[in-house]
């Protein structure tokens, strides 16, 4: 079993000396800065002048600085800029003003896991990854709750790694909840698979699969989007409140004969085995070596593949159906 940390494992007063800087004020690290914050953390953020990000920070009534002036004030050093550029903000920014007894803060491991960003021996190194998005994180907290969080100790110089992460967790609201023991490894390798296998790769190609086979078959488009697409948060709703025994008991009987019969059709063992190849192509490095490649070059590849999405018909119907739904209006 994981060992789980809560409010009693921690102690908020070990950061009061301590400032913290708060790399990318993105939606992640809007969400974490306010609640440090308000947890009396002394709070730097960092953010490029001219931005979105860099205004709204000013109105949260920050003064947002360089990443070079947050690193060198801070006593610890969260990292929240989108993965490709990690370590050149790191190597420009960071790495100068990384004294001894300071600590490097994560949110996601991969930079570390596969050696983009190589930290000295004298600083400590940890993980606080919120099971959330940091706008949750922000109305968790504001509601007197917590979003579950994950923490990971990669190096231990001053022999209070743990006890300054589990700090910083609860600061956030996340011990209230629950924050879950890791590993850098563990964190980045299962995020990854997630992503691409399931979350992200897997599902988007299974709706494309369901919507073409529709209207190859002679369905009108329409139709086709809202049986496997639109309907498909009603199911992902249900699985996250309820587990998957739940979902099938909320549904149809018929939905759930069909769930029960009809899906080991399409997850089969072949399926099961591209996984296997997946998740060893993560664990070995070959994928990160591709996305940083790929990012070298421009993303040449990226930008073909994105564009070829945008272009797939079910974009367009769906583009004219959520015209229909002003609930999704912005």
């Not at 590993?183 to 980045?188: A, D």
């Not at 990226?302 to 945008?310: E, I, M, S, T, V």
């Not at 367009?316 to 959520?322: C, E, I, N, V």
Request: hydrophobic share 40%; charged share 25%; aromatic share 8%.
């Amino acid at each position: 079993m994981a060992k789980i940390y809560y409010d009693n494992d921690a102690d908020v007063s070990l950061l009061k000396d301590k400032a913290i800087a708060i790399i990318g004020y993105g939606i992640q690290g809007r969400g974490q800065a306010l609640c440090l914050r308000d947890s009396g953390c002394r709070v730097i953020v960092s953010e490029m002048a001219g931005t979105e990000n860099f205004e709204k920070a000013k109105a949260d009534g920050f003064v947002p600085v360089s990443a070079q002036e947050a690193a060198k004030a801070a006593d610890i050093i969260q990292i929240l800029t989108q993965d490709h550029v990690q370590a050149k903000v790191y190597t420009e920014s960071i790495k100068p003003n990384l004294k001894k007894g300071k600590a490097l803060c994560f949110s996601h491991g991969f930079n570390i896991r596969f050696k983009q960003i190589k930290p000295s021996k004298n600083v400590d190194v940890f993980m606080i990854a919120p099971k959330g998005p940091g706008a949750l994180v922000r109305r968790m907290f504001e509601e007197g709750k917590g979003v579950p969080s994950l923490i990971a100790i990669f190096q231990d110089a001053t022999g209070q790694a743990k006890q300054i992460a589990l700090a910083y967790a609860k600061a956030i609201g996340a011990t209230r909840a629950g924050v879950i023991e890791t590993t850098f490894n563990e964190e980045t390798e299962t995020d990854l698979f997630g992503e691409q296998a399931v979350l992200c790769g897997g599902v988007t190609e299974l709706i494309k699969a369901g919507f073409d086979t529709l209207v190859d078959a002679g369905y009108q488009p329409e139709i086709a989007y809202f049986e496997v697409l639109h309907e498909l948060k009603l199911i992902t709703d249900l699985i996250q409140e309820t587990g998957i025994s739940g979902m099938r008991r909320r549904v149809s009987n018929t939905a759930c004969y069909g769930d029960l019969t009809r899906g080991p059709m399409i997850i089969t063992e072949k399926t099961r085995k591209v996984m296997k190849k997946m998740l060893k192509s993560i664990t070995s490095g070959k994928f990160a070596r591709e996305w940083i490649k790929e990012n070298e070059e421009g993303r040449p590849n990226f930008n073909k593949l994105l564009k070829d999405g945008d272009d797939h018909p079910i974009e367009k119907t769906g583009q004219q159906l959520r015209e229909m739904m002003p609930w999704m209006r912005k």
